[in-house]
């Protein structure tokens, strides 16, 4: 639309047409300037206020490192098991036909749309001290609320559709004569995955495990709902960001809070990247593209 | 094998009974025992129970602020958001690619991130706040910066619904009602808004949804006074730091069933979409 269009330029025509492309751009930019460009360069602008060996003091400190540490370890828990659950929906919602199919994709899809806030009560009252199984684990001296199962299972729920979502839409889009021949030629059902559908997928399963993994590790209401923020013990690194900040180490929360951003990053460039792979652009990651 | 299950098509494939058993058992354990409990925890008490503790004040005053100011925020990203569709679907510029990526940010971005940024960038010392202070607007610490908060979760829903319609208007079919002497306006108002409107719909639907139940981003920036700056979600934490699992459990439920509504709402708009799409064809 910059080029003029129509038989009889109206007067003034061009000059109109420069003022609205212009004013688009500019109220654009102003609005991503000020509500996302701002905010993101204060976090890095922050953490190496004081210098970098501040920075890596700040990153080095033991309740930091933990909390590294417990981040990773409750992504590389969550992440496989919702991959595991993600492939086995899709393989059973694609390949099939079965009553009730709309409402296991619903029911998958519901994680979504709960606060994170509920997706960490729900623990709570079922493992919590009153809740339904409070006394029976006390009563075997297992914790899960406030402690690490706890965070795992908070984690699993609020990432719980990631997988799936990606890969239902591309495996029934694809349908099922492949594999349907490959059986017929005698292949194993396991065969038959690896070695047929899993080619076709890997793209968009790299898509949702990366999203998933950002999700996970990202987390930060439901987690702080069923950690109870012991320090260097269930603290993760958002919730490391929030303690910090609360106690007015800026360096050190903005500091833990660039990690997290460099995740982010990392997460749109290989998202961007398997965007430009696989030709699908301008996908909202969530429901509404199906 | 196929006898069994009167409920099941016949296939060749194999798998079902183990990946559907995988999916399901899943399903139950993650998501629906959990929310079950929910349920009935908040439905084991007395009904005028429930009823006082879901109408005192200070839980009316939160619904007032979480539902206000996300419509608020989902109105603003329905505005900026189109606009920056129409500026990324129809005009090249240096760096368009780039602030095309960055439109995702706040997808990937943890909340706690976001939300400690906004909080230092619009305090009335921040880079931003410092310019709003003399013009008598303060963002932190009110109702207003809990929509700016919002309005950063909800952006990205906005964009990416959009963009997609507004590329596919064809540009033909604006020229042809210029040529007829339509005017900006009318051609705005006739043609592009009717062709993009299912999509912005759910556009605004899902980041409504979002902000609805956002805690982390705004938590930070909002103050968190009681009655004034206190969203829902907040409002259960503190209830169960307080080891309330009732007041909880019956606020968790309120919000459940405002997220159920929501995405009643998103499915029915979506089959509004399918409908439009097969008339169209």
Same mark, same amino acid.
């Given at each position: 639309m910059t080029t003029a269009v129509g038989t009889e330029a109206r007067p003034g025509e061009g000059g109109a047409r420069a003022l609205i492309r212009a004013a688009a751009i500019g109220v654009s930019l102003a609005f991503i300037g000020v509500i996302l460009v701002i905010p993101v360069a204060a976090v890095c602008v922050h953490a190496f206020e004081r210098g970098w060996d501040a920075y890596v003091a700040a990153l080095t400190t033991p309740d930091t490192v933990a909390a590294i540490r417990l981040t990773l370890l409750t992504a590389a828990i969550v992440v496989p098991l919702n991959t595991a659950f993600g492939v086995a929906a899709a393989w059973a919602v694609a390949k099939f036909d079965f009553r009730g199919k709309h409402v296991l994709v619903t029911l998958i899809d519901l994680p979504f749309s709960v606060s994170p806030v509920i997706a960490g009560l729900v623990f709570v009252l079922l493992f919590g001290a009153q809740g339904w199984f409070g006394p029976w684990l006390q009563e075997l001296d297992v914790s899960i609320v406030f402690a690490f199962p706890g965070i795992v299972l908070a984690t699993l729920l609020v990432t719980f559709p990631y997988v799936a979502r990606e890969l239902i839409p591309v495996m029934q889009l694809q349908g099922r004569e492949a594999e349907e021949a490959a059986v017929s030629l005698g292949a194993g059902g396991w065969t038959t995955f690896v070695r047929v559908t899993l080619p076709s997928i890997r793209w968009p399963l790299l898509y949702g495990v990366i999203l998933c993994n950002a999700r996970a590790m990202g987390e930060f209401g439901a987690v702080a709902v069923v950690s109870g923020h012991i320090r260097g013990l269930t603290t993760t690194m958002p919730l490391q960001v929030e303690i910090l900040y609360n106690e007015y180490d800026l360096t050190g929360a903005f500091a833990v809070a660039s990690l997290l951003m460099l995740l982010a990053v990392a997460t749109l460039v290989l998202k961007t990247a398997i965007e430009l792979v696989t030709g699908r652009r301008h996908r909202l990651p969530l429901r509404g593209d199906t | 094998m196929t006898t069994a299950r009167p409920w099941v098509q016949p296939s060749v494939l194999p798998g079902f009974g183990l990946t559907l058993g995988i999916a399901l058992a899943f399903l139950g354990g993650v998501v629906l025992i959990p929310m079950a409990a929910l349920v009935l925890k908040a439905a084991s008490m007395p009904l005028d129970d429930f009823w006082r503790i879901v109408t005192e004040p200070r839980a009316l005053a939160s619904y007032r602020l979480t539902f206000g100011a996300s419509l608020l925020a989902a109105c603003l990203n329905a505005v900026f958001g189109s606009i920056i569709a129409w500026t990324l679907v129809r005009y090249d510029f240096p760096g368009r690619r780039l602030v095309d990526a960055i439109i995702d940010l706040p997808f990937a971005l !943890?909340? %706690?991130?976001?939300?400690?940024? /906004?909080?230092?960038?619009?305090? !009335?010392?921040?880079?931003?706040?410092?310019?709003?202070?003399?013009?008598?607007? $303060?963002?932190?610490?009110?109702? =207003? #910066? =809990?929509?700016? %908060?919002?309005?950063?979760?909800?952006?990205?829903?906005? =964009?990416?619904? =959009? $963009? !997609?319609? &507004?590329?596919?208007?064809?540009?033909? /079919?604006?020229?042809? %009602?210029?040529?007829? #002497?339509?005017?900006?306006?009318?051609? &705005?108002?006739?043609?592009? /808004? !009717?062709?993009?409107?299912?999509? &912005?719909a759910t556009g605004f639907t899902l980041a409504l949804a979002r902000a609805i139940g956002e805690y982390g981003s705004v938590i930070f920036i909002a103050g968190n006074l009681p009655m004034r700056t206190e969203i829902t979600p907040l409002l259960i934490v503190i209830k169960l730091e307080q080891y309330d699992y009732l007041g909880a459990a019956a606020l968790g439920l309120v919000m459940l069933c405002v997220s159920f509504l929501v995405l009643l709402a998103i499915n029915a708009i979506n089959g509004w979409r399918t409908q439009r799409m097969a008339g169209r064809r």
């Amino acid at each position: 639309m910059t080029t003029a269009v129509g038989t009889e330029a109206r007067p003034g025509e061009g000059g109109a047409r420069a003022l609205i492309r212009a004013a688009a751009i500019g109220v654009s930019l102003a609005f991503i300037g000020v509500i996302l460009v701002i905010p993101v360069a204060a976090v890095c602008v922050h953490a190496f206020e004081r210098g970098w060996d501040a920075y890596v003091a700040a990153l080095t400190t033991p309740d930091t490192v933990a909390a590294i540490r417990l981040t990773l370890l409750t992504a590389a828990i969550v992440v496989p098991l919702n991959t595991a659950f993600g492939v086995a929906a899709a393989w059973a919602v694609a390949k099939f036909d079965f009553r009730g199919k709309h409402v296991l994709v619903t029911l998958i899809d519901l994680p979504f749309s709960v606060s994170p806030v509920i997706a960490g009560l729900v623990f709570v009252l079922l493992f919590g001290a009153q809740g339904w199984f409070g006394p029976w684990l006390q009563e075997l001296d297992v914790s899960i609320v406030f402690a690490f199962p706890g965070i795992v299972l908070a984690t699993l729920l609020v990432t719980f559709p990631y997988v799936a979502r990606e890969l239902i839409p591309v495996m029934q889009l694809q349908g099922r004569e492949a594999e349907e021949a490959a059986v017929s030629l005698g292949a194993g059902g396991w065969t038959t995955f690896v070695r047929v559908t899993l080619p076709s997928i890997r793209w968009p399963l790299l898509y949702g495990v990366i999203l998933c993994n950002a999700r996970a590790m990202g987390e930060f209401g439901a987690v702080a709902v069923v950690s109870g923020h012991i320090r260097g013990l269930t603290t993760t690194m958002p919730l490391q960001v929030e303690i910090l900040y609360n106690e007015y180490d800026l360096t050190g929360a903005f500091a833990v809070a660039s990690l997290l951003m460099l995740l982010a990053v990392a997460t749109l460039v290989l998202k961007t990247a398997i965007e430009l792979v696989t030709g699908r652009r301008h996908r909202l990651p969530l429901r509404g593209d199906t | 094998m196929t006898t069994a299950r009167p409920w099941v098509q016949p296939s060749v494939l194999p798998g079902f009974g183990l990946t559907l058993g995988i999916a399901l058992a899943f399903l139950g354990g993650v998501v629906l025992i959990p929310m079950a409990a929910l349920v009935l925890k908040a439905a084991s008490m007395p009904l005028d129970d429930f009823w006082r503790i879901v109408t005192e004040p200070r839980a009316l005053a939160s619904y007032r602020l979480t539902f206000g100011a996300s419509l608020l925020a989902a109105c603003l990203n329905a505005v900026f958001g189109s606009i920056i569709a129409w500026t990324l679907v129809r005009y090249d510029f240096p760096g368009r690619r780039l602030v095309d990526a960055i439109i995702d940010l706040p997808f990937a971005l !943890p909340t %706690a991130v976001s939300g400690i940024a /906004l909080a230092t960038v619009f305090a !009335p010392t921040g880079v931003v706040g410092r310019w709003l202070e003399p013009l008598g607007i $303060q963002v932190a610490f009110t109702w =207003v #910066g =809990v929509v700016v %908060a919002l309005t950063l979760i909800g952006l990205p829903f906005v =964009v990416r619904a =959009v $963009q !997609p319609a &507004l590329a596919e208007v064809e540009s033909g /079919l604006e020229e042809a %009602a210029e040529s007829l #002497g339509a005017s900006r306006w009318m051609v &705005l108002r006739h043609v592009i /808004l !009717p062709a993009i409107s299912p999509a &912005l719909a759910t556009g605004f639907t899902l980041a409504l949804a979002r902000a609805i139940g956002e805690y982390g981003s705004v938590i930070f920036i909002a103050g968190n006074l009681p009655m004034r700056t206190e969203i829902t979600p907040l409002l259960i934490v503190i209830k169960l730091e307080q080891y309330d699992y009732l007041g909880a459990a019956a606020l968790g439920l309120v919000m459940l069933c405002v997220s159920f509504l929501v995405l009643l709402a998103i499915n029915a708009i979506n089959g509004w979409r399918t409908q439009r799409m097969a008339g169209r064809r």
